[in-house]
């Protein structure tokens, strides 16, 4: 089963000559429970792609649906409904709040929402992702690895369908950045999730169950 389906999705910035076709016609299925990595060149669109997936920006022309909500019409209220309910984030730079603690931070998406986390399950994902020891700790006090792991634990609080990462390992050494991506791997088997993760790192992209190439702003077959 396809939990996210993309068709002749395009998205162009800027007109005349400047105009860049970022997504210039793209046909994609993801499938539910996976791991899909996207691989490409530098500028090919990945960004772009992973964006509309999760909600963040609208296409010109084309449709994406996600675990059965078509995006298409969906008002800009909505959409962050749909971001808060059905997707959670990972990027390269964790984007993790400096000022709050690992804890506050891991919340940060519930509070937003004004729900309240349920305690067993937090306590879950802070130990499989060895961050239980650090809940008091600032950002900043964290190694890289550690606050993607905090990032990651923060993605999955909220039990979305689809977890999308751009470069969560990025900003890694290759040893952290295997050991990050190997627990986001367990978290997302675990709560039987689906993964997808922009990389360039042909290394990481062979643990995915499916790798899609982006290029010049078309899925290359
Ligand atoms: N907001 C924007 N305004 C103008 N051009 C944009 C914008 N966002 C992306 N682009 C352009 O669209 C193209 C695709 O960008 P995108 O960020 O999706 O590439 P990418 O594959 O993620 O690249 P990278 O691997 O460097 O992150 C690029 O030419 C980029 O310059
Ligand atoms: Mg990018």
């Given at each position: 089963?396809d939990i996210v389906t993309v068709?002749?999705?395009?998205?162009?910035?800027?007109?005349?000559?400047?105009?860049?076709?970022?997504?210039?016609?793209?046909?994609l299925a993801i499938?539910k429970?996976?791991?899909?990595?996207?691989?490409?060149?530098?500028?090919?669109?990945?960004?772009?792609?992973?964006?509309?997936i999760?909600?963040?920006?609208?296409?010109?022309?084309?449709?994406v649906i996600v675990d059965?909500?078509?995006?298409?019409?969906?008002?800009?209220?909505?959409?962050?409904?749909?971001?808060?309910?059905?997707?959670?984030?990972?990027?390269?730079?964790?984007?993790?709040?400096?000022?709050?603690?690992?804890?506050?931070?891991?919340?940060?998406?519930?509070?937003?929402?004004?729900?309240?986390?349920?305690?067993?399950?937090?306590?879950?994902?802070?130990?499989?992702?060895?961050?239980?020891?650090?809940?008091?700790?600032?950002?900043?006090?964290?190694?890289?690895?550690?606050?993607?792991?905090?990032?990651?634990?923060?993605?999955?609080?909220?039990?979305?369908?689809i977890?999308?990462?751009?470069?969560?390992?990025?900003?890694?050494?290759?040893?952290?950045?295997?050991?990050?991506?190997?627990?986001?791997?367990?978290?997302?088997?675990?709560?039987?999730?689906t993964?997808v993760?922009?990389?360039?790192?042909?290394?990481?992209?062979?643990?995915?169950?499916?790798?899609?190439?982006?290029?010049?702003?078309?899925?290359?077959?």
């Open positions: 089963m068709h002749n999705l395009k998205k162009y910035f800027g007109r005349g000559e400047n105009q860049v076709k970022a997504l210039d016609g793209v046909d499938e429970g996976k791991f899909t990595a996207i691989i490409g060149a530098s500028g090919s669109g990945k960004t772009t792609l992973l964006n509309m999760g909600g963040m920006d609208i296409p010109d022309e084309g449709e059965g909500v078509n995006l298409r019409g969906l008002k800009e209220k909505e959409l962050s409904v749909f971001r808060r309910s059905k997707v959670g984030f990972i990027y390269q730079n964790f984007n993790l709040v400096s000022t709050l603690t690992v804890k506050e931070n891991i919340l940060f998406p519930l509070s937003l929402a004004g729900s309240t986390p349920d305690p067993v399950f937090f306590e879950e994902i802070v130990k499989l992702l060895h961050i239980e020891e650090r809940l008091n700790a600032f950002p900043a006090e964290l190694s890289g690895g550690g606050q993607q792991r905090v990032a990651i634990a923060r993605a999955l609080i909220a039990k979305p369908a977890i999308l990462a751009d470069e969560p390992t990025g900003n890694l050494d290759s040893k952290s950045g295997q050991n990050v991506l190997g627990l986001l791997k367990l978290s997302v088997e675990t709560y039987r999730q993964l993760m922009i990389t360039h790192n042909l290394e990481l992209a062979q643990m995915a169950d499916c790798v899609v190439r982006i290029e010049d702003g078309r899925v290359r077959a």
